[in-house]
């Protein structure tokens, strides 16, 4: 069972920053794919970034490409999301996700391929 534990959101104004954190509990593998969601109340939930653990290897949606980076920082086990040049459609729950494999017909910013969630962290962008 994997525990992920999110931190970082909150309120900016536009053109601001923000850097989501997300510690991995009780996971013993060393290679495994982690991605960041968001979700607007109404509104389907988005992968925006995500990452193989091992490899290091990064996607990004198109909304947020430029703008966010994904990082890891394996000693500390914890996962990053640099947001900068934020926009008020930036605005939603923010959640982390991570599993051990992802099919790579679908990719990992896909929401379906994950199992293990955290809890959400809540960021507003007011104009």
């Known amino acids: 069972q994997v525990q992920l534990v999110e931190s970082g959101g909150g309120s900016v104004q536009t053109g601001g920053s923000l850097r989501l954190s997300c510690v991995v509990a009780k996971n013993t593998y060393s290679s495994y794919y982690m991605g960041w969601f968001r979700q607007d109340p109404g509104k389907e939930r988005e992968g925006v970034a995500c990452i193989n653990v091992g490899r290091g290897s990064t996607s990004y949606s198109d909304s947020v490409k430029g703008r966010f980076t994904i990082s890891q920082d394996n000693a500390k086990k914890t996962l990053y999301l640099q947001m900068n040049s934020l926009k008020p459609e930036d605005t939603a729950m923010y959640y982390c996700?991570?599993?051990?494999?992802?099919?790579?017909?679908?990719?990992?910013?896909?929401?379906?391929?994950?199992?293990?969630w955290g809890q959400g962290t809540q960021v507003t962008v007011s104009s």
């Open positions: 996700a991570a599993d051990f494999r992802v099919r790579p017909y679908i990719g990992c910013l896909a929401e379906a391929e994950y199992r293990y």
